[in-house]
């Protein structure tokens, strides 16, 4: 994949964002349950697919949430999910191309449009986008802020979280306040990660110098409590995609897509290390290992020997990889698994 390519594939999930920070402060003092002690690192469990590579869903898969029966995902138009070891593939809600989902252990939350009473001046009607929540086993939808939008989303349970233009924005579910954190003019958040009290953000800046751009990345943090922004990690090429556990940050950092470093460092930023070189795009750890997407491949990186093997060959361009209990799944851009002579884009998954 060229460079021009891979740059395409990362803005088309990515946010730029302007101005200077922000705190995520709402006029009070942060309560005790709102600091985060720890990652959720998924638990070692049985695999639910039996041997081999398993096709989940056919269809584009906006990226994927896994909960302990179910995966999730997003598709051009509906937000769907299927049992983790394949069956029958539910639509949970449909909307116009959502941008981006998360679920939770009580519901499901995505932005989606919907039309505008008024219509404009040539008698077509307008739409407008707005963040909802429906219930995680299907049902209506429910407004919650109307006239967002966003590229990524993560949700902790009582908090929703996200990127769009403007910056990186929290949202309280039990009070319904809302709070923002604004990056460097010229930032594309192209990773998110919750644990150990703050949201970690994979960030690279693009700024103009002479008659070019330049850019620089970084891995940075919001403290849940405060909203305080700082960077944990300077001097990157071009991070791409973010995962963290108990003790450390893994990410993907290259600006050449074909030798891209996978590497770890302690939640502080220090002891920082490269665990192996690849072209890497999305990543996923557990409790023993890291998983990353390759250009055709699924490649699992031993966390205390820092040995590397293929766990997944033979695919095309795959990404949004996640990982739980005994399995590893992943969106395919031509699911080599299926016989169609074309096939689809598919979200998939293999013991891991």
Same mark, same amino acid.
């Given at each position: ?12 999930? !990515?946010? /730029? ?30 695999? +639910?697919?039996g041997a081999g590579t398993t096709v989940l869903s056919a269809g584009? *898969?906006?990226? @994927?949430? %896994? ?6 995902? $997003? ?23 959502? +941008?981006?989902? #998360?679920?939770?252990? &009580? ?10 009473? $008024? ?10 986008? #707005? ?48 709070? &923002? ?5 010229? *930032? ?9 009290? =703050? ?13 070019? %751009? ?7 943090? @919001?403290?849940? !409590? ?10 990157? $090429? ?46 996923? /750890? ?5 998983? /990353? +997407?390759?250009?055709? =491949? ?5 966390? #205390?020997?820092? *040995? ?13 990889? %996640? ?28 013991c891991k």
């Amino acid at each position: 994949m060229s460079r021009r390519a891979r740059l395409s594939r990362v803005l088309a999930v !990515a946010s /730029v964002i302007g101005a200077s920070s922000l705190s995520f402060g709402c006029g009070s003092s942060a309560k005790d349950d709102d600091v985060l002690e720890g990652a959720v690192v998924p638990a070692d469990g049985p695999c +639910t697919t039996g041997a081999g590579t398993t096709v989940l869903s056919a269809g584009i *898969s906006r990226g @994927i949430v %896994v909960d302990d029966t179910h995966v999730y995902t $997003a598709t051009d138009s509906a937000i769907v999910r299927v049992p983790r070891g394949g069956g029958t593939r539910q639509i949970l809600s449909e909307s116009s191309s959502p +941008t981006a989902f #998360a679920v939770d252990e &009580s519901a499901l939350y995505y932005f989606t449009s919907h039309p505008v009473d $008024a219509p404009t001046t040539d008698g077509k009607g307008q739409s407008a986008t #707005a963040l909802v929540r429906a219930p995680r086993d299907g049902g209506s939808p429910e407004l919650l802020v109307d006239g967002v939008s966003g590229t990524a989303m993560l949700s902790d349970g009582k908090r929703l979280y996200w990127v769009d233009a403007g910056g990186v924005n929290k949202y309280v579910l039990a009070d319904d306040t809302q709070s &923002s954190v604004v990056l460097e003019r010229g *930032s594309m958040v192209q990773g998110m990660a919750l644990g150990a009290g =703050a949201l970690f953000l994979a960030v690279t800046t693009l700024s103009a110098e002479g008659n070019g %751009v330049s850019q620089h990345g970084s891995i940075q943090r @919001i403290d849940i !409590a405060t909203g305080a922004l700082t960077t944990v990690i300077d001097g990157l $090429a071009f991070p791409l995609g973010l995962a963290i556990d108990e003790h450390r940050i893994y990410f993907i950092d290259g600006n050449d897509y074909r030798n891209a470093t996978i590497q770890s460092a302690r939640i502080d930023g220090a002891d920082r290390t490269t665990l192996a070189t690849a072209s890497a795009s999305s990543i996923a /750890v557990d409790a023993h290992a890291v998983y /990353v +997407t390759t250009n055709d =491949a699924i490649l699992k990186i031993d966390k #205390a020997t820092g *040995s590397s093997s293929t766990l997944v060959s033979g695919l095309d361009t795959p990404g949004n990889v %996640v990982v739980d209990g005994g399995n590893v799944y992943w969106s395919n851009a031509t699911s080599v698994a299926m016989s169609a002579v074309n096939p689809p884009y598919g979200l998939m998954t293999a013991c891991k």
